[in-house]
């Protein structure tokens, strides 16, 4: 029989780009994940859902609400799926180790003669602080930081923790779920003889997006956290260096901070934008409005047996060029099959794309449109009469085509693929967009834009506000009726981040 392995992995405190990449590695290859509440669903493998590969379970404890998960029934589950052989990743927030009773289930798993190994994470009481521009030791101010549940109520009869000796010890206090007795810990620490107006700082939903910080005095914290609503999860930060905060704040001061924006990019292209944004600040939502289909490639398979035959290949988009390469290569062909071949490409993006198969293009536009390419185009003494392969869209405008043929070049159209309706996530984005929870979404072609509107509806699609890559996607967004909030000045996905962030 196979013998199973549980991993306890730290899935750090929020931000899934925060978790180890030990932690990355064992997830991508459990047979089980097991998760709690203040675990990174983003941090699941995609598809896992659906496929049932790995299997998944969820466990979130949420202070013994309905539907909670006991502690001796997650041992019990760890404990049963490696005796089944399995490889178990059990996801916990934060790190195994500081108030996440991990401890108690490797016990379990000791006690089952179960193989386990423990895999660190960041915890939420460094990085939230960290993410609040507050850091928990500072030379001058904090030497020193304790660590404390604020589960026990200092107004106990009885307590693990001395209140009056940490109120008198220095450094930087940090509360880990204490938001429901801050009131009595605050009194607890003053009648210790902590000062009242030591600067404390509450931090919600520390190095998410949603981030929420409250600064205030260990005295007056309580009562506007209240004021904030602020409500768990929340960090706790008392001490002298919370008045560095003013200087060393940066997450939630990023230019996107608090903005919720949609990419309707296809899945495999929407990273490149997701990212930038992300970085910016904005909380991403992904819903790919549309997905690529290739179409019959018979056509392009002809044309790769017979490439001397062009001077030159124009390809006006990344997809185009993933595809007849994909082909090129299945026809037992490389880049030495494009020598005496001119390349355009309609702007850097697909520029790169080629670059990436080492092919450097000899025609990038200055406005990065068909109509651009179109016009230094004109300007070449080495296009009339030539005979040009132009890889597209199904449906693409037949500016490019119809304007080569007009100046004499002999014009071979294939289209290799085209833009079908997605949709994933629909559901889900209709009811952010009815709450009101969406601020901008993004568009980098007039097919997503289509299929954006034929996911949510006209009535939905009008309430939000667009970001458009140029001045095309821009037509069919008005024809839709829904405002273009920001216009990129350059037809690329820096230049349509770069309108955002101007207000443009």
Known sequence: ?????????????????????????????????????????????????????????????????????????????????????????????????????????????????????????????????????????????????????????????????????????????????????????????????????????AIQWGTLPKQRTVVATLETLAQKAEEQNLTAPVITVIGWSVVLRDELAWFERRPLFGKRIVVTRATQQAPALSEKLRELGADVLEMPATQIARLDLAPLRAAIKTLSAFDWIIFTSQNAVAIFWEQLLGAGRDARGLAGIKLAAVGPATAGALLEHGITVDLIPNRFVAEGLLEMLRNRDDVAGATVLYVTAEGARDVLAAGLEAIGADVTVIEAYRSIRDGEGAEKLSRDIEAGKVDLVTFTSASSVRAYVDSVGDELAGRVPAASIGPQTSVVLKEKGIEVRYEAEESTIDGLVAAIVRGE
Do not use: C
């Open 1 to 201: 029989m196979i013998e199973g392995k549980v991993f306890l992995v730290g899935a750090g405190p929020g931000d899934p780009g925060l978790i180890t990449v030990r932690g990355h590695q064992l997830i991508d290859s459990a047979d089980a994940v097991v998760y709690d509440a203040l675990a990174n669903v983003k941090l699941l493998p995609p598809g896992a859902r659906e496929t049932g590969r790995p299997e998944l379970y969820y466990v979130g404890k949420r202070g013994g609400a309905a539907g909670s998960v006991s502690q001796a029934e997650i041992n019990e589950l760890l404990v049963r799926l490696a005796r089944k052989g399995k490889r178990v990743v059990r996801l916990k927030g934060g790190d195994p180790f500081v108030f996440g009773r991990g401890s108690e289930e490797v016990q379990a798993l000791n006690d089952a003669s179960i193989p386990f190994e423990v895999v660190p994470g960041i915890t939420a009481g460094i990085a939230a602080a960290a993410y609040a521009g507050i850091p928990v030791t500072h030379r001058g101010l904090s030497t020193s930081v304790t660590f404390v549940t604020g589960h026990e109520d200092p107004a106990k009869p009885s307590t693990q923790t001395n209140w009056a000796a940490l109120a008198k010890a220095g450094g930087t206090i940090v509360l880990y779920m204490g938001v429901q007795t801050l009131t009595a810990i605050a009194d607890a620490l003053i009648a210790g003889g902590m000062p009242g107006e030591m600067p404390a700082a």
